[in-house]
C-alpha cells in the first residue's frame, strides 16, 4: 500500500512536502534541525548561498530520501514514465555518440555527480544504456544495496560493481580490473568521479592534490586510477531539480591520461558545487575536500 501511494505522488507534491515535513521534524529534532543548519552554513561559506535557499537546502536530505522511494515505487509498480529524465538520458546518449564519433575506440567513463537523488542518476544511467542499444552497463557504487527492495529486479540491465557491500563484505578486490574489462567490452562504464575522500573512510584514501576555492583540497584519484590506462574520456553531469521539474547539465571531456585531469575534474566539481549546491547530497560535512591526508 505504501509503494502504491509513493507512486502516485508529483515529484512537485514531494518538493513542497519536504520543506513542510523538515520544519515540523525540525522543531521536536535537535538532531534534524543541527544537521539542515550544517549543511546551510556550509553553503554560505562554500557557495555564497543566500538567504532565499535555507530551507530548500536544510531539506534536501529529507526530500532526496522522498525522492529516492518515490522513483523506487513507480519503477517496482511500472509507472515509470518520467520525460524529464529520459530526456536527460538522451541528451548524454547524444553526447557520447559525438565523443564515440569524434574519437573512435576511446572509452568513456560516465560521471554522474552526488545530486538531488541516487535514483535518478541511475534511471538517466538506465535511459543512456538504452539510447546507446547498449544490453547492460556497469556502475561502480559505494551505496548499500536492496535500501528498498531488490535492486537486481528493478534495474537488471545494470551490473553494480560495488566499492563496498555490507550484504556480501568487501568487494574492492579486483573492482579496478572489473572495470577496465567493462571499458574495453563495452566501451561506457559509470564511476561517480566527484566522491569526497571522507566518504570512504573505511579504507585507505587514495587521492590527488588540487585547488579548489582558491585552496589546497583533494579529490579521489580512483578514476584517474581507473580510466588513465585505457586513455579514457571523462563525461561528467549532474542533475537540477526546480518545482517538480528534472534538467541535466553536462560538463566538458577530460581526457583521464592528461596531467591536468585531476584539476580540471575539480574544477568541474567546484562549479557544480556553486550552481546546485542546495541538491548536493555531500553537503554539510566539516571537511568535504579539504583535509589533512597524513594525519
Same mark, same amino acid.
Given at each position: 500500500?505504501?509503494?502504491?501511494?509513493?507512486?502516485?505522488?508529483?515529484?512537485?507534491?514531494?518538493?513542497?512536502?519536504?520543506?513542510?515535513?523538515?520544519?515540523?521534524?525540525?522543531?521536536?529534532?535537535?538532531?534534524?534541525?543541527?544537521?539542515?543548519?550544517?549543511?546551510?552554513?556550509?553553503?554560505?561559506?562554500?557557495?555564497?548561498?543566500?538567504?532565499?535557499?535555507?530551507?530548500?537546502?536544510?531539506?534536501?536530505?529529507?526530500?532526496?530520501?522522498?525522492?529516492?522511494?518515490?522513483?523506487?515505487?513507480?519503477?517496482?509498480?511500472?509507472?515509470?514514465?518520467?520525460?524529464?529524465?529520459?530526456?536527460?538520458?538522451?541528451?548524454?546518449?547524444?553526447?557520447?555518440?559525438?565523443?564515440?564519433?569524434?574519437?573512435?575506440?576511446?572509452?568513456?567513463?560516465?560521471?554522474?555527480?552526488?545530486?538531488?537523488?541516487?535514483?535518478?542518476?541511475?534511471?538517466?544511467?538506465?535511459?543512456?544504456?538504452?539510447?546507446?542499444?547498449?544490453?547492460?552497463?556497469?556502475?561502480?557504487?559505494?551505496?548499500?544495496?536492496?535500501?528498498?527492495? +531488490?535492486?537486481?529486479?528493478?534495474?537488471?540491465?545494470?551490473?553494480?560493481?560495488?566499492?563496498?557491500?555490507?550484504?556480501?563484505?568487501?568487494?574492492? +578486490?579486483?573492482?579496478?580490473?572489473?572495470?577496465?574489462?567493462?571499458?574495453?567490452?563495452?566501451?561506457?562504464?559509470?564511476?561517480?568521479?566527484?566522491?569526497?575522500?571522507?566518504?570512504?573512510?573505511?579504507?585507505?584514501?587514495?587521492?590527488?592534490?588540487?585547488?579548489? +576555492?582558491?585552496? +589546497?583540497?583533494?579529490?579521489?584519484?580512483?578514476?584517474?586510477?581507473?580510466?588513465?590506462?585505457?586513455?579514457?574520456?571523462?563525461?561528467?553531469?549532474?542533475?537540477?531539480?526546480?518545482?517538480?521539474?528534472?534538467?541535466?547539465?553536462?560538463?566538458?571531456?577530460?581526457?583521464?591520461?592528461?596531467?591536468?585531469?585531476?584539476?580540471?575534474?575539480?574544477?568541474?566539481?567546484?562549479?557544480?558545487?556553486?550552481?546546485?549546491?542546495?541538491?548536493?547530497?555531500?553537503?554539510?560535512?566539516?571537511?568535504?575536500?579539504?583535509?589533512?591526508?597524513?594525519?
Amino acid at each position: 500500500m505504501r509503494r502504491w501511494l509513493l507512486a502516485r505522488i508529483s515529484f512537485a507534491a514531494i518538493d513542497r512536502a519536504a520543506s513542510i515535513c523538515w520544519i515540523a521534524c525540525a522543531i521536536w529534532s535537535g538532531r534534524t534541525r543541527s544537521r539542515g543548519v550544517a549543511r546551510y552554513d556550509a553553503g554560505r561559506i562554500e557557495a555564497g548561498l543566500g538567504f532565499r535557499v535555507a530551507l530548500r537546502t536544510m531539506s534536501a536530505e529529507m526530500r532526496e530520501n522522498w525522492l529516492d522511494q518515490r522513483l523506487y515505487a513507480g519503477r517496482a509498480l511500472g509507472r515509470d514514465a518520467w520525460p524529464d529524465l529520459r530526456d536527460a538520458g538522451a541528451q548524454i546518449a547524444s553526447r557520447i555518440r559525438q565523443i564515440q564519433a569524434g574519437s573512435p575506440g576511446r572509452p568513456v567513463i560516465l560521471s554522474p555527480f552526488h545530486y538531488v537523488s541516487q535514483y535518478a542518476n541511475i534511471y538517466v544511467v538506465d535511459e543512456v544504456r538504452k539510447a546507446l542499444d547498449m544490453s547492460s552497463i556497469s556502475v561502480v557504487s559505494g551505496v548499500p544495496r536492496d535500501i528498498y527492495g +531488490n535492486d537486481s529486479e528493478m534495474i537488471p540491465s545494470l551490473r553494480i560493481l560495488y566499492t563496498y557491500d555490507e550484504k556480501g563484505g568487501d568487494s574492492r +578486490n579486483g573492482l579496478g580490473l572489473r572495470v577496465i574489462r567493462s571499458l574495453r567490452r563495452d566501451g561506457v562504464a559509470v564511476v561517480f568521479s566527484d566522491v569526497p575522500p571522507f566518504s570512504l573512510a573505511r579504507f585507505a584514501m587514495e587521492t590527488v592534490g588540487v585547488t579548489m +576555492n582558491g585552496k +589546497n583540497a583533494r579529490i579521489h584519484s580512483g578514476v584517474f586510477r581507473l580510466g588513465a590506462p585505457v586513455d579514457a574520456l571523462l563525461l561528467p553531469f549532474y542533475l537540477r531539480f526546480e518545482r517538480g521539474r528534472f534538467s541535466v547539465e553536462i560538463g566538458e571531456v577530460i581526457a583521464l591520461a592528461q596531467t591536468d585531469a585531476p584539476q580540471r575534474l575539480a574544477e568541474t566539481i567546484q562549479t557544480a558545487r556553486k550552481a546546485n549546491y542546495p541538491h548536493w547530497l555531500f553537503a554539510g560535512h566539516p571537511s568535504t575536500y579539504h583535509f589533512a591526508p597524513t594525519r
